[in-house]
Nanobody, 125 residues
Framework: QVQLVESGGGLVQAGGSLRLSCAASGRTFSSSTMGWFRQAPGKERQFVATINWSGGSTHYADSVKGRFTISRDNAKNTVYLQMNSLKPEDTAVYYC??????????????????WGQGTQVTVSS
């Protein structure tokens, strides 16, 4: 079993930055593909970024490419999402997710095994 706890959300002005963290418990973190997703009110959960077990491979949604960076520290069982040049349309609840014992990246929510509770990000114009 893996538990994921996100932190770092908040209110920021357009153009600002935030760094989200996701702390994982359990022994499978270092062998898990990790992902960040977001969900705005009335919309479906949307892929944001994913990173492989070693951190050597990443993939981003086109809407955040060049502005967001996903990274991980396996020694700390933590995955991060650095968000720069934030826009009002980035406003959403952000979730981290883990796909255990995986060596591939995936953008599909249904392929992840564990989810955090989410952290709210609000970008004002």
């Amino acid at each position: 079993q893996v538990q994921l706890v996100e932190s770092g959300g908040g209110l920021v002005q357009a153009g600002g930055s935030l760094r989200l963290s996701c702390a994982a418990s359990g022994r499978t973190f270092s062998s898990s593909t990790m992902g960040w997703f977001r969900q705005a009110p009335g919309k479906e959960r949307q892929f944001v970024a994913t990173i492989n077990w070693s951190g050597g491979s990443t993939h981003y949604a086109d809407s955040v490419k060049g502005r967001f960076t996903i990274s991980r520290d396996n020694a700390k069982n933590t995955v991060y999402l650095q968000m720069n040049s934030l826009k009002p349309e980035d406003t959403a609840v952000y979730y981290c997710a883990a796909r255990k014992n995986s060596v591939v990246l995936t953008t599909t929510p249904g392929r992840y095994d564990y989810w955090g509770q989410g952290t709210q990000v609000t970008v004002s114009s």
